[in-house]
């Protein structure tokens, strides 16, 4: 083995090790543990299909797995046009747009605790300020955010979109400083109004950023946890449970490792598929 492959090797064999040992192996043993029924204080008994099967008869998933739909549908979009709008805001060469910038950037590194008890705070039906707002500009019934299980998920969705438009929109923005000056004053010249110039300069030159940020914005979205766990806790009820918090409930609140395991892959199945859909629609567009 000549001298270059020992050092080759000496460079990548520590981050393969933590890999394997801490990704890796807990996969290879999540796909086992799904087909059995195991806690921590048994022995695993071999099960079959039977975790998934008990799947179609359970109502908490299903509610679990909407829920998810439904903040993925509307959290992709809203932060898509939130964060977009910020970098083409922030594009600029005006004073102080990097201070501006680390403001918008800075909700995505905050601890998430506080973020959930600042909004908390401020969606309070009784003394928050959002409410004292909408009564203020003649609203009857404001809503009850987070203690309604009608509200609960748009409040959700409203936090987290704030929370992750200045991640989004840095790429955005870096996305931006490649498309060609030139194009823009050649549109200009040719007398097309700025709306004209962002349909057809920038945003052909966002595709690939866009895509990159969908991708992304997707596997983010369906696998949201942290946010609601600290935010509503899952309700009022089950209004605002999703499938990661399902699996934390099942498996370290009931102790049923083997049905959280296969829950976790029918979750993981989701996710994989529709960005390998995702994938498939973007190589046929530039094709």
Known sequence: MSRNTVAGWSFILPNFVG????????????????????????????TGTANFRRMWDDASFWTALRNTVYYTVFHIPLTLAASLGLALLLNRKLRGVRFFRTVAFFPYITSIVAIAVVWNQLFSPEYGPINALLGAVGVDNPPGWTTSSTWSMPAVIIVGTWRYMGYYMLLFLAGLQTIPAQLYEAA??????????????????????TFFVTVLLTIESFKVFDLILVMTGGGPGQSTLVLSQYIYQKSFEENQFGYASAVSIVLFAICFSITVIQFMVNKRRNS
């Open 19 to 46: 890999f394997a040992v801490l990704t890796l192996l807990p996969v290879v043993v999540l796909f086992y543990v799904a087909f059995t029924n195991w806690n921590v204080f048994g022995v695993a008994e071999w």
């Open 188 to 209: 200009e010249t040719d007398g097309a109004t700025p709306w004209q110039r962002f349909v057809h300069v920038t945003l052909p030159g966002l595709r690939h950023t």
